[in-house]
Structure formats: structure tokens, C-alpha cells
């Protein structure tokens, strides 16, 4: 079993920058990929991110734009989320996530294994 821990989520206003923050631990050895995906009020869960878990290849969401950057740390077992020029678009809530295999389709809830119990981000305009 993997656990997730989400942190660095808050209130930041429009142009801002947060940096989330997950951070794993049990089965560490397992984890393939991690990703982000986030959640707004009576929408469904929607993409933001993944990487290989040793680094390297990244996937984002469309809406994503170069304003997101996602990485990883293995020696702390932490994955990032560095999330510039915020938008109020931008508020939900964020959730990570973690595979133990390769993803066919970055995109798809179902493709994760385990699951951070989310962090709240809002951007005022």
C-alpha cells in the first residue's frame, strides 16, 4: 500500500504562485507515476498532471499552458506541483495520485492506484 499526503494548498490571489506538495510513504518501491488532478465545485475530477516517478517523461492537461510544472523529489518520496500566474479558474480542490504501472492514458482516473485525500487552492480575482 502507498499513502499520499497533499500540503501547500491556500488562498492566493489572481498572477499568484502556490506549490503543492504530496508526499508518499508504505510502498514507495511500487510507485511508477504520480500525478495531479484537481476538482472545482459540481465538476467532475479533471487531469492536471503526471510524471514518471524517477523523473523524466510529463504529461499535462490542455489547460495547463506552461504555467504548471510538475517534478519529483525520490529522496524525500515528495511529488510537486508548481502552479504559476493563477487563475480564479484555477480554484479547487487539488488531489494526487499514484500508479504502479505505465499509463497508457495520463488522463484517466481509472489508470491510478492510490489516492491523496486533496488540498483546497483558491485564487481570488
Known amino acids: 500500500q502507498v499513502q499520499l499526503v497533499e500540503s501547500g494548498g491556500g488562498l492566493v490571489q489572481a498572477g499568484g504562485s502556490l506549490r503543492l506538495s504530496c508526499a508518499a510513504s508504505?510502498?514507495?518501491?511500487?510507485?511508477?507515476?504520480m500525478g495531479w488532478f484537481r476538482q472545482a465545485p459540481a465538476k467532475e475530477r479533471e487531469f492536471v498532471a503526471v510524471?514518471?516517478?524517477?523523473?523524466?517523461?510529463?504529461y499535462y492537461g490542455d489547460f495547463v499552458k506552461g504555467r504548471f510544472t510538475i517534478s519529483t523529489d525520490n529522496a524525500k518520496n515528495t511529488a510537486y506541483l508548481q502552479m504559476n500566474s493563477l487563475k480564479p479558474e484555477d480554484t479547487a480542490v487539488y488531489y494526487c495520485a499514484a500508479t504502479r504501472t505505465a499509463i497508457k492514458s495520463p488522463g484517466s482516473k481509472s489508470e491510478y492506484d492510490y489516492w491523496g485525500q486533496g488540498t483546497q487552492v483558491t485564487v481570488s480575482s
Open positions: 508504505g510502498r514507495t518501491d511500487s510507485i511508477y507515476g
Open positions: 510524471i514518471r516517478w524517477s523523473g523524466g517523461r510529463r
